[in-house]
């Protein structure tokens, strides 16, 4: 079980039918297709060994066909499961798409510390709170993701925020103040990463009610 999406939305219909056409082709005619423009399922058929024939070439090819980055999780499951198979497809998709994770082939391994998080509700709107300190404080949020995002490279982050690298030292600070978060240590970098992604999780969650 294969979700799908294009990193363009409303792409022409000839790309959507080249897509298609790449996509005979790669897996033999054998995989069921429900797409549109913007993405779509696949059921493709295992291999003998119970092996995805879904791989980064197979979906760089059908990338290459449609002329946009394509984003694509996948699901091996037995046949009476497609349905609940589905589900988690979408649920993985919409998790990258929440941790604004590069086009890609991406699974559950990929992905299963995101997924644990949505396993539970509570826990995770409890964790989000840590950092509800720094809402009246937005230019904290964007520090302490392009930090993160930056591989805690304070002078990459400086220039991405267009401010001085002793600003990027300030804010740290500033956020460790409000949320005891301290990004100078390998526990608060992994507290920070948790409670932003849970965040994130939070309100895609109430986004969609």
């Known amino acids: 079980m294969l979700d799908l999406a294009a990193a363009e939305t409303g792409a022409p219909r000839r790309k959507l039918r080249r897509l298609q056409s790449e996509l005979a082709t790669v897996f033999a005619s054998r995989a069921l297709a429900l797409l549109s423009a913007k993405g779509g399922t696949l059921l493709i058929p295992l291999g003998e060994e119970g092996d995805t024939a879904l791989t980064d070439t197979t979906l760089g090819l059908l990338a ?21 198979s589905a589900d988690q497809a979408h649920e993985l998709l919409n998790l990258v798409r929440v941790g604004a994770r590069p ?14 998080l949505t396993r539970s509700g509570p826990a995770t709107r409890r964790i989000a709170t840590i950092l509800d300190p720094l809402d009246a404080h937005p230019e904290l949020f964007d520090t302490m993701r392009a930090y993160l995002g930056n591989d805690m490279n304070r002078q990459l982050t400086a220039r991405q925020l267009y401010v001085h690298p002793n600003t990027v030292d300030y804010r740290l600070r500033r956020i460790a103040q409000l949320t005891s978060i301290d990004l100078a240590t390998s526990a608060g970098i ?19 009610l």
């Open 64 to 84: 290459e066909a449609a002329e946009v980055p394509l984003t694509a999780t996948v699901v091996p499951t037995d046949t009476e499961q497609i349905p609940e």
């Open 103 to 116: 086009p890609g082939l991406y699974q559950m391994s990929d992905l299963a510390v995101e997924y644990q």
């Open 190 to 208: 992994s507290q920070a990463a948790i409670a932003l992604l849970a965040r994130d999780l939070d309100g895609s969650v109430a986004r969609r």
